[in-house]
């Protein structure tokens, strides 16, 4: 490193956008006509911002992208057709839209659709627009609120004789404008005469509550916009109301981008813009925006073109790209089995000639699932298209590649370097290092034994970004980097090719050879190296004749699993030499005019015959290393060929890594290089001895340094302790650096995550002792381990990590496991999957053993966390997709999906719970599926939240009843038959976790006052190879009411700090029998007992005017119920004339949860006086009685019983009688009221009642309303919806709406979301909306109107 005093002469440009070291930027020099003309290339991610700058157009002047399209369908919008009358139509939002005059509708079909704002916008572009929003609505409320404070402030100053404050409500009314009418003057304190000042007051001070609640409770949704869509004879075109206005007069009508190129913008501010695409013959909108800013970056580095700044063009700045956003804003940008489907549908559809995907993650099985194939055997294989993709950020431990790009056969899988040109210009180093590959960069093999990474490409760039994001240029690394990187320099070859090769097929298997036979060394593993464009060109042009070239090559290793290399990981693999069967198969391109329904007169099909006929390779074979034997030769023709390999691991040195291939050489062209390699991996673990402890000694790193060793797991290990070590003396002597340690272990079908551990650890950040001595700095980092397989430790010195510094690192081990039979441990130790202990077994017995070691701090618990639930579907209902868009690529025939309904109750607020589906969620690439979604609607219909294949813990806020819809889609109707009955498991977090009482004897469990016997195990400490018994308390469980008989509560047993948890779960037993209240016997009667017959006569004499009474309430004829009630009244005590006027009273008011005055209540001024009348007669005949209910709460007798139950009939029909009487004389009180306010009206604090269209009720009446409501609210819960419905009319009546309002507020918060009272919430949201229009506050009503259609949709919303 050298001081410099003056800077340099010129920024080093060339870095930002790495080129050089792939010799792209020397290919575009030398055939600058070859830099991606003709080319096109798919980008399946986030979606490309259509105002980023460099992808306007290509070199040539070409619109750089061909098309925008959001694949996972989460910019859909459904429409419905409409009518349209002088230019105005009524949109989905409930709006009056006026349209443009000028736009042309020849057919004068008018569709309409509304969708969220915030279900298009990228997180941070949502936070952005909702801020703005909520500050805007935030500042006019306020307004309001200070207008109403200053009210109050003003008539509390009156009533003190201050008369003169009274005019500063005018000065407070100047600042207070929420809109343009808002004035509030010194007149609207004046009251009524019938108003009090304690009525004012009352109503000023619900007023400051009420909207102290509102804006608690203000939660912005976002904007819904209109969509109006017509066509004007040549296409669909659509328009968006962005701003909310309704008014289109003046609005573009955009179509669908590939046809008119036409890009609107959706949020000015945010410079955020949108494109087209019309579907279901204009019955589906598509509004197409980017779900985040990596698709921009990554379309930058494949091809942007900057014609005034060409320094910072990317790779193929010649290229135009076709935009496919398979990330869905409803998950994050999660990618989704429905996007990927539909992805490469239209990659074949645009013909792409290169696909970029920087996307994945961890599969279970590698190169193993339908999407996965799809692309091998269809896109790659069969049309042609070069598909290249990240191979994963997991890194630097072995086999931490990602699917698709680092597992599956078809993809070229990049891993991501750097060189000094990035170093200094996108990292600013002082001083750098050598070229590297990025420390976190994934590393193969894969877990059945392929190469894993192809070659490497610059792993980071300052390229193009979202406008959105304000940076024209911005810095991102990751194998998302090298990805685009790498096909940019594929689209270079293609573009070449075609150029220079005329029409000769060039299949993207010729690509990969040429580009991985190329690649120039950089010491990685098995020979993946940095990709070279030149040289990978002279190649093509060397090999263009030879056909074998045209070919690829699989291979599979005859072993336990059917692998693609050689892969010896686990100790007893290398612990003896192995034999394998290799099978070679050559893969031929196909055309889709070699398809039977495509090749009419044969000739393609005969062609390619012909191509595999005349096929013959005679190879020669050669293992790099020693230690693999194989043949020397190999003949293969077009079927394939085997050949015997041997494997001998048992000398090579233990603990390291050891790599070889076998490749295979044309006899007739050695210098060519290798046209297949098979590898071969050995990773030799260390053997752990008794002390459970095995020392890896003093590791020396120097800058970008990786140092690998492997251990086998002891059998019943469940937990590892990597402890590092570094002495003061050599940090201080060196650089502070930080550290990657990174720990892993592989289990057949299961995702490298599992047992995983990736740290960062600094060195030489700590503090030592002055002067040095023997201070040093001590790292511990735990992990769980699965007992008989290799971890790996691998360690790194991060890359740009300056200096030297020396490590000791050793590894202890810890297991407490359950023990078999006999204490005997299968190899890896039992018992992975946890421990199920049943609720009717009373007490459970587990023996534990400490197979590994001693161990201490032994202090068992078991917590159990969680309430799982298995849920049936209600509907299950399979239908075929629309052939457009969901068709399978192998077919062509339609996708069917399966529609699952669940219904799921929360009991409380604020409830956490996690949804699986163990047949088809976790999974997205090995997916045997196309798509498996869901997502939770409450009972509004309202939709909550998504999830895909990945479930994370979900947070329900209202409890209630919801609707959880799952969707599965795959390409057979019968297989998803299968599937119709699947359960759902819902696992919903307890509000107070559950600990279960353990113990080492079973006596301890029942009782304390035995002695327990000496020879029982104390706790604290298991010595090794003991064996120990626990006891668990499972009837003594305090189990939470909110769990059912046979639901499963989950958590975890813990054995000790030092070692692993297991999953525990105690299945619920049978509740217990409560056993009935035993009853005094009455006393004996004087009465002549009945007879038989009486009694007969008797109960057949109630029962029938039991029926009578029933049909007054059912009798839809007014003369037929008034004979009935005549009939029945006639011969009633006072207990039968009660039932039968309640009856006649709940048939007046039929729709109780109708508000009183509205059309639905059916409630006119003469049934209202007439249901007053009857009500009076009802609470005269059972008031006294109903008081009686308190004198029997604790009945015993059977007597007492039967008055009890009569004096709570009694109070249930008191209580009916009173709210239909309240009821009623709101009815004959409202008058008008129900008359809502211009909407141009101003927020106006309305007290006094002086509004002109209300007609005042009679004093008399409105007495008599307010004696019912408090007689009302002494029998029933004031927070009843009937109530509340009875009884806020009454302020109305005195002109106090916001005291009317708060019970309606409140209602609204805390009432469940149930299909049952759908109708009541109906009631109580009209009821508010009308007192708020009363009020005038035009800001909190329009703020309900816009939401009404989001909260409460018509619909459910597509999957």
């Known amino acids: 490193m050298a001081n410099k005093t003056t800077p340099r002469q010129e920024f080093p440009t060339h870095g930002l956008m790495p080129r050089g070291e792939t010799q792209a930027a020397e290919f575009v020099r030398k055939y600058p006509q070859y830099d991606g003309r003709g080319v096109v290339a798919a980008v399946l991610d986030t979606g490309i911002d259509p105002g980023a700058k460099g992808l306007q157009v290509t070199s040539e002047g070409k619109r750089k992208v061909v098309d925008y399209i959001d694949c996972t369908g989460s910019g859909d919008v459904e429409l419905s057709d409409v009518c349209a009358e002088e230019l105005t139509l009524k949109g989905a939002s409930g709006r009056t839209l006026r349209l443009n005059a000028e736009w042309k509708n020849p057919t004068g079909e008018w569709r309409v659709g509304a969708k969220r704002l915030s279900r298009l916008l990228p997180g941070e572009v949502w936070m952005s627009v909702s801020a703005e929003r909520s500050q805007r609505f935030r500042k006019n409320a306020q307004q309001l609120t200070d207008a109403v404070l200053a009210k109050k402030g003003a008539v509390q100053d009156k009533d003190q004789g201050k008369v003169s404050e009274v005019s500063k409500v005018s000065e407070v009314s100047k600042v207070s404008e929420v809109s343009k009418a808002s004035e509030i003057s010194a007149k609207s304190i004046k009251t009524k005469d019938s108003d009090t000042s304690k009525n004012l007051t009352e109503e000023l001070d619900a007023q400051v509550d009420v909207l102290k609640t509102l804006n608690g409770a203000y939660a912005d949704l976002g904007p819904l916009l209109d969509c109006v869509v017509f066509h004007d004879g040549e296409q669909w075109r659509a328009a968006i109301d962005v701003d909310e206005s309704g008014d289109l007069s003046a609005a573009a009508a955009l179509g669908a981008y590939k046809h008119t190129s036409d890009v609107g913008e959706l949020c000015k501010r945010q410079l955020f813009y949108y494109t087209l695409n019309f579907y279901d013959e204009g019955r589906t909108l598509s509004i197409v925006t980017c779900a985040g800013s990596h698709s921009t970056h990554v379309a930058g580095i494949l091809a942007a073109h900057h014609p005034e700044e060409p320094q910072n063009d990317g790779v193929a700045p010649g290229a135009q790209l076709l935009s496919l956003m398979i990330g869905d804003h409803r998950v994050g940008s999660m990618e989704t089995g429905v996007g990927l489907t539909r992805a490469v549908n239209a990659i074949v559809e645009y013909g792409a000639d290169v696909a970029n995907m920087s996307y994945g993650e961890p599969s279970s099985s590698p190169n193993v699932g339908q999407w996965v194939q799809t692309v091998a055997q269809e896109v790659v294989r069969r049309h042609g298209c070069v598909f290249v993709s990240s191979a994963g950020n997991e890194g630097p431990a072995l086999s931490s590649t990602g699917s698709p790009g680092g597992t599956s056969d078809g993809f070229i899988g990049v891993g991501a370097h750097v060189g000094y040109d990035q170093m200094l210009a996108e990292y600013a180093m002082y001083e750098t290092v050598g070229d590297t590959v990025f420390t976190w960069s994934s590393r193969g093999p894969t877990p059945d034994g392929d190469r894993g990474v192809d070659v490497y490409a610059p792993g980071s760039a300052i390229t193009s970004f979202p406008a959105y994001c304000k940076e024209r240029l911005c810095l991102r690394n990751g194998t998302s980097m090298s990805s685009p990187n790498l096909c940019g320099v594929a689209a270079l070859l293609v573009s070449a090719w075609k150029q220079e090769m005329g029409g000769a097929s060039l299949s993207p298997y010729r690509v990969k050879n040429a580009i991985v036979s190329t690649a120039k060394p950089i010491g990685e593993l098995h020979g993946a190296g940095m990709v070279q464009t030149d040289s990978a060109w002279q190649f093509l042009k060397r090999y263009a004749a030879r056909a074998a070239e045209q070919v690829s090559w699989r291979t599979h290793v005859d072993d336990s699993r059917r692998a693609r290399g050689i892969y010896l990981r686990n100790a007893e693999e290398s612990a003896h030499a192995r034999f394998f069967n290799v099978s070679v198969v050559p893969v031929f391109p196909t055309s889709e005019k070699a398809r039977l329904e495509h090749d009419s007169d044969g000739e393609s099909g005969r062609l390619e015959s012909q191509t595999q006929f005349d096929f013959e390779q005679r190879l020669l074979l050669v293992a790099t290393e020693s230690w693999v034997s194989v043949p020397d030769a190999l003949y293969v023709a077009s079927q394939g060929n085997k050949f015997a390999a041997r494997v001998d691991a048992t000398k090579l040195q233990a603990g390291r890594l050891h790599t070889a291939s076998i490749d295979a050489y044309d006899s007739t062209d050695v210098d060519r290089g290798p046209v297949f390699s098979i590898p071969v991996t050995v990773t030799k673990p260390l053997h752990v001895d008794a002390s459970a402890c095995v020392d890896l000694g003093t590791l020396q790193f120097r800058p970008t340094e990786i140092v690998r060793r492997f251990v086998a797991v002891p059998p019943g290990a469940t937990r590892a302790h990597i402890v590092l070590r570094a002495s003061n003396a050599a940090a201080l002597e060196s650089s502070p650096a930080l550290f990657y340690l990174h720990c892993m272990q592989l289990e057949p079908a299961t995702r490298f995550r599992k047992f995983f551990m990736r740290e960062r650890v600094s060195i030489g950040h700590k503090s030592y002792a002055a002067g040095g001595g023997s201070a040093e700095q001590k790292e511990t980092k735990t992990m769980d381990v699965i007992g008989g397989a290799t971890l790996e430790v691998c360690l790194a010195q991060f890359w740009n990590q300056l200096g030297a510094h020396d490590i000791d690192v050793r590894v202890e081990f810890n297991g407490i496991v359950p023990a078999n039979g006999g204490g005997a441990l299968a190899e890896g130790g039992p018992l992975r999957a946890g421990i199920t202990v049943h609720g009717s077994n009373a007490v459970a017995r587990l023996d534990f053993i400490a197979p590994v070691r001693p161990e201490y701090d032994v202090s068992p618990s078991i917590v159990l966390t969680k309430a799982r639930k298995t849920l049936r579907p209600h509907e299950a209902v399979i239908s075929p997709l629309g052939a457009e868009r969901d068709t399978h690529l192998a077919t062509g025939s339609a996708l069917y999906k399966l529609e699952l309904d669940y219904r799921l109750e929360t009991t409380r607020e604020e409830t956490q719970l996690c949804l699986h589906m163990p047949a088809v969620d976790t999974q997205i ?98 010595a090794k190879g003991s064996r120990i018994p626990l006891f668990i308390d499972t009837i003594g469980a305090a189990v939470p009411s909110e769990a059912a008989p046979g639901d499963v509560l989950v958590g975890k047993l813990t054995m000790s700090r030092h070692t692993a948890d297991f999953d525990f779960e105690y299945v619920v037993p049978a509740k217990s029998i409560k056993k009935p209240e035993e009853s005094t016997p009455a006393a004996p009667k004087t009465d002549k007992p009945e007879s038989k017959e009486e009694q007969d006569q008797r109960e057949m004499n109630e029962a029938l005017r039991r029926v009578r009474v029933d049909w007054v309430k059912k009798s839809r004829d007014d003369g037929v119920r008034t004979r009935l009630v005549t009939d029945l009244l006639a011969n009633s005590n006072d207990e039968q004339r009660a039932e039968v006027l309640a009856a006649q009273l709940s048939a007046l008011d039929a729709t109780s949860s109708a508000l009183p005055w509205s059309e639905a209540a059916c409630l006119t001024a003469a049934s209202a006086r007439r249901a007053v009348g009857i009500a009076d007669s009802v609470i005269e005949l059972t008031r006294t009685q109903a008081l009686t209910a308190r004198l029997y709460e604790k009945a015993q007798t059977d007597d007492e019983k039967t008055l009890k139950k009569q004096a709570e009939l009694a109070r249930t029909q008191l209580i009916a009688a009173l709210t239909t009487k309240c009821r009623a004389l709101a009815a004959l009180t409202h008058g008008s009221v129900s008359a809502t306010a211009s909407e141009t009206c101003a927020d106006y604090v309305e007290v006094d009642g002086s509004d002109n269209d209300e007609t005042d009720a009679s004093e008399q009446t409105v007495q008599e309303y307010e004696r019912a409501a408090a007689e009302l609210r002494q029998w029933a819960a004031a927070d009843d919806v009937s109530v509340v419905i009875a009884t806020a009319p009454l302020h109305m009546a005195r002109h106090q709406y916001a005291r009317a309002l708060q019970p309606v507020l409140a209602w609204l918060a805390k009432a469940p979301m149930k299909p049952a009272n759908a109708a009541e919430r109906r009631s109580m949201v009209e009821l508010r909306n009308q007192l708020l229009a009363k009020l005038q506050w035009t800001i909190w009503s329009a703020h309900f109107r816009a939401i009404a259609p989001i909260e409460s949709p018509a619909t459910y919303e597509r999957l």
Request: overall charge positive.
């Open 925 to 1022: 690439y090995e997916n045997w599926a196309d798509n498996f979604a869901l997502a939770i609607f409450d009972a509004n219909k309202r939709y909550l939240i998504s999830q895909i294949s990945y479930t994370s813990p979900l947070l329900i806020k209202q409890c209630g009843e919801s609707l959880v819809r799952v969707q599965i889609r795959h390409r057979s109707a019968k297989d998803l038959e299968a599937l119709k009955d699947i359960p759902l498991l819902v696992d919903v977090v307890l509000k107070s976790s559950i600990r279960l009482t353990t113990k080492f004897d079973m006596a301890s469990i029942f009782t304390s006052t035995v002695s327990s016997s000496a020879a029982v195990y104390r706790g604290g400490f298991i």
